[in-house]
């Protein structure tokens, strides 16, 4: 696990002369080792250092056992920064890890208060955000200008665990550590072609769900949004939006410590499982053909048939070595061009992959260091996608390259 000072970008083009990095790892001895390195910051011009950075910027160890220490600076740009870790000078390829810089810092939304969670509308113009003091802004993501906000007597009590938007961009999802689910509606006139015109107003949600006894920490919509799921910390949860209602729960997560969730559809390429095909089912719409699996703080991801609520699988950590199975924090399925992927991570900072075809064996394992995983999400890699293209007959999941953030 690499970690560096959090102002590193900063001190690279403001001349503050000096910034940290640390590695850790576990030695096949299940020992700790770690590694700290301070490097110095040489900026010969940093008034035009971000015209142009070629040839104006040295960074330099200061260990004075540099050679042993094995950190380096590999390359840098105005938004990124490789780091290089030489184990043994033996070895051709070097470790590499690389920190990426903000490209915009926003301090004027929530003042303050604590984020507790963030999302983007699907065309990217609107962004939401809620706090651990229960409010919720709704705001242009070009200028940052609040244009919602969450009205304080009717918003949640606690802390906001989950904003999400529904497709339109038009629905808001919010799920707090009150025990309710809000959906608030944003077509009453925000005008994002005309921001200068638009004026912060308070919003009252539209739908209120209540029926969990616990906090609850994970939404999503399905298919258009007219079901919604939902977990926590009494379980899992299909609910019917037009009737405020819950139509099932996920029986083998009932009264379990749940703390994510993670929809799909099963397309005919990756048909892996015999699901319900059950028409007209009351109360559900599109929720045909759709998995579901939840991470839970028992130290398993299981997962259902969304539409019948049937268990289909279970997932547990493969570290025999622990006296006790960490908890998941996170689970996200992931589609591949022949099957589907299910990714958790846990509270310890493992990562872990199956392939849905053969649920017995771990994929693979990532050690992201101690602190927990609380977020996986998918990133987008052209250099992948044209190399696809080029070879439509290689479906071989396991040379696919699938990134994430976490």
Known sequence: MYRIQHDWDEVMFNSLEEFWITRDEKTEENEEKKINEKFHVNNNNPKNIKKQIK???SITPNSRNTTNSGLYVDNFTLNSLDVKYKRDENEENDEKCTFMAPRKRINNIHGNQTISSIDISPNGDIGCSGTTYGGIKVWDTRVFQVLRKSSDSKSHVLDVNKVKFFPSGKVLLSAGSDFMIHLWSLEDGIDIKNIEKNKSSVMEPVVSLLGHKGGVFDIDF???????????RDG???WDVSTQK???????VDLMFCKSLSTIRQIDSTAIFDLDKTENRQNQYGTNDHLIAVATQRGSIIGFD???NNNIFTLKSPSPSSSSTPPF???????TASSILCLGGTNDGQLY????????????THQEGKGGILNIQPLSNNNNNNNNNNNNN???DNNNHINHLI
């Open 306 to 308: 969304l539409r019948s």
């Open 222 to 232: 399905v298919d258009r949004g007219r079901n919604v799921v939902s977990c926590g």
């Open 55 to 57: 040839g104006k910027i």
């Open 246 to 252: 819950i139509i099932h729960s996920f029986p083998a």
């Open 394 to 396: 290689n479906n071989d």
């Open 329 to 335: 924090n996170v689970c996200h399925l992931q589609e």
């Open 353 to 364: 992959t199956w392939d849905l075809r053969n649920i017995d064996d771990c994929l693979a």
């Open 236 to 238: 899992s949860y299909l």
